[in-house]
């Protein structure tokens, strides 16, 4: 190999190096955000209780993805701000839709075959 290709190389290493050492230290330096400690997790049934519907809504509004969650494993929980905030976000329903009285309909009786 010729000489002035390896000190091409080895300069081109050398800044590379420079370059990660920068990117390193800004991220060192940079103040990292710590996640809130007073975070109060929920499970469906308490969401259920909390928001006054039945367990099988919770899971349903999980599944569609119409109300904030964090599923780990199997299992579902609910940050309760933003389950405050979502409620918030919500449009005043006056009444039942048809859908919400038909599955609060289904849930209640057992069909047999």
Wanted: charged share 35%; hydrophobic share 35%.
């Amino acid at each position: 190999m010729n000489e002035t290709v390896f000190m091409k190389r080895f300069e081109a290493m050398e800044k590379n190096v420079a370059d990660i050492k920068s990117m390193l230290q800004q991220l060192l330096n940079k103040p990292e955000k710590a996640p809130p400690l007073n975070k109060e997790m929920m499970s469906v049934k308490e969401v259920s209780k909390f928001l006054g519907v039945d367990i099988n809504t919770v899971y349903t509004k999980c599944s569609k993805d119409e109300i904030p969650h964090l599923k780990i494993g199997k299992q579902y929980r609910f940050d309760k701000a933003e389950i405050l905030k979502w409620m918030k976000e919500q449009p005043g329903e006056e009444g039942y839709s048809v859908d919400d009285y038909v599955d609060r309909y289904m849930q209640k009786k057992v069909f047999k075959c």
